[in-house]
């Protein structure tokens, strides 16, 4: 396999995390240590939506994916939060 090329550099300390792609393409991913989601698109632009946690995990879901549940690991709470876009649905069923 080729190595692939950088779409994005992430600027400071940031631990990525678990990630979910949206049906446009854009990949979402949670950031430890920042508390927050960073959306990048395939052209390396970036969005980044804060959480008050720094420990913060992701994964879309509800009936139309456009549902983000982030889980909010140093104070034990759960977030949900509406995404403008939908994630795509997983290929498979657990």
Same mark, same amino acid.
């Given at each position: ?6 779409? =994005?550099? /992430?600027?400071?300390?940031? /631990?990525?995390?678990? %990630? ?7 990949? =979402? !991913?949670? &950031?430890? %240590?920042?508390?927050? *989601?960073?959306? &990048?698109? $395939?052209?390396? !632009? ?7 946690? $720094? *420990? ?6 509800? $009936? ?13 709470? %759960?977030?949900?939060?509406?995404? $403008?876009?939908?994630?795509?649905? %997983?290929?498979?069923?657990?």
């Amino acid at each position: 396999m080729a190595a692939g090329r950088v779409v =994005c550099n /992430l600027q400071g300390m940031q /631990l990525v995390d678990n %990630l979910a792609v949206e049906a446009g393409g854009k990949v =979402c !991913s949670a &950031i430890i %240590l920042n508390g927050e *989601i960073t959306g &990048i698109d $395939p052209d390396g !632009s970036s969005e980044h939506i804060a959480f008050p946690d $720094p *420990i913060c995990s992701n994964i879309f879901g509800g $009936p139309d994916m456009q549902d983000a549940w982030v889980t909010a690991t140093s104070t034990d709470r %759960l977030f949900e939060a509406r995404r $403008p876009r939908p994630g795509l649905q %997983l290929n498979f069923n657990a």
